[in-house]
């Protein structure tokens, strides 16, 4: 595939500007010796591609000759191999993007949004790396009591709405808090995820797409 510099697009306004100066039918040839230096740093600002490395040597030996507007010596060979892998590159289809990773996913449905963790003591440093890898705006992590967990103090947090899901830790939160808290979420229309391992963002982006990835799939 052409490089983003050695584009077909590049290539084919370079032939039309070159065969304007050696057909001698341009009307501002001042501006065709511009267009033409733009376009030929533009193309060598990349990589060739396999196809074109004829093409680049080409280019590099043209590119001192503009400032003196002097055409290249072999003024046609360049302008066949121009057109050839111009057109070699307009019929090669794009190459296919890698797919998204979990986390990158989840990252493209959440980003901006706020996520709740429920349970245990908070964690900055993990706070942290969930905003990171998916792009949140925050990562709400209140402070619960493990002797007598109320779920009153915690539903002002489900109720926010800029929360976009819920994480519940269920080996850190006692049996009345697990037990409570999906139907809390469900009142609030706000997606929860039960998460009985460890909680880095591969680990949660793995549970979510499980558990909740339809709701967060969107249209």
Same mark, same amino acid.
């Given at each position: ?11 084919? /306004?370079?032939?039309? #500007? ?5 057909? @001698?039918? $341009? ?42 507007? /002097? ?7 360049? =302008? ?10 307009? +019929?090669?289809?794009?190459?296919? $993007? ?8 989840? @990252? ?17 440093? +993990?706070?942290?790396?969930? /905003?990171?890898?998916?792009?949140? @705006? ?9 002797? =007598? ?25 006692? #049996? ?11 009142? #609030? ?10 909680? $880095?963002?591969?680990?949660? @982006?793995?549970?979510? #797409? ?10």
């Amino acid at each position: 595939m052409l490089s983003v510099a050695m584009d077909a697009k590049t290539l084919n /306004r370079l032939r039309f #500007h070159l065969e304007r100066l050696v057909q @001698a039918t $341009s009307t501002d040839p001042e501006e065709d010796w511009e267009k033409l230096a733009t376009l030929v740093r533009a193309a060598l600002a990349g990589p060739a591609p396999a196809d074109g490395r004829d093409l680049r040597r080409r280019l590099v030996e043209f590119e001192p000759r503009l400032a003196e507007r /002097r055409l290249p010596e072999d003024v046609f060979g360049l =302008n066949r191999e121009l057109e050839r892998v111009a057109k070699a590159g307009a +019929h090669k289809p794009p190459t296919p $993007s890698a797919p998204r990773t979990p986390v990158e996913e989840l @990252a493209a449905r959440l980003a901006g949004r706020t996520l709740l963790v429920i349970g245990g003591d908070p964690r900055r440093e +993990h706070q942290e790396r969930l /905003r990171a890898a998916f792009g949140l @705006a925050e990562v709400l992590w209140p402070q619960t009591s493990e002797t =007598n967990p109320s779920v009153a103090v915690l539903e002002p947090y489900v109720a926010r709405p800029e929360v976009a899901l819920v994480l519940l830790l269920i080996k850190l939160n006692r #049996h009345g808090v697990t037990e409570e808290i999906p139907g809390l979420c469900k009142r #609030h229309g706000k997606p929860v995820v039960r998460l009985t391992g460890g909680y $880095s963002p591969e680990q949660v @982006a793995e549970q979510i #797409h499980k558990q909740v990835g339809k709701r967060l799939a969107g249209p």
